[in-house]
């Protein structure tokens, strides 16, 4: 079994900062690609940021500047700095992982979900 959990949401004023992290449990051998997706209500789910195991990032462009995405793969841990925050940005924060199950192959395994409000 394999398992995600978020932790780090929250409320925040216009302008202010949250650090969202999510660690990985399990039998995992290697982990491909890390990342954060988000899903405001009404809105389909759209990627964040990514980062690969070798350490390729990539931004959503309404993020850009503003979110940092980070990883430690000794931790199977991935992070998102999020600065400069938004009312925009409010939304369910959930982490993703492509990752390889010992004796398996490349599944991608989904957190729960953490919200993230931005409100003043």
């Known amino acids: 079994q394999v398992q995600l959990v978020e932790s780090g949401g929250g409320l925040v004023q216009p302008g202010g900062s949250l650090r969202l992290s999510c660690a990985a449990s399990g039998s995992i051998s290697a982990i491909n690609v890390m990342g954060w997706y988000r899903q405001a209500p009404g809105k389909q789910r759209e990627l964040v940021a990514t980062?690969?195991?070798?350490?390729?990032?990539n931004y959503a462009d309404s993020v850009k500047g503003r979110f940092t995405i980070s990883g430690d793969n000794a931790k199977n841990t991935v992070y998102l700095q999020m600065d400069s925050l938004k009312p925009e940005d409010t939304a369910v924060y959930s982490c993703n992982m492509n990752l390889r199950r010992y004796f398996s192959g490349w599944s991608d395994y989904w957190g729960q979900g953490t919200q993230v409000t931005v409100s003043s």
């Open positions: 980062i690969s195991s070798g350490g390729s990032v």
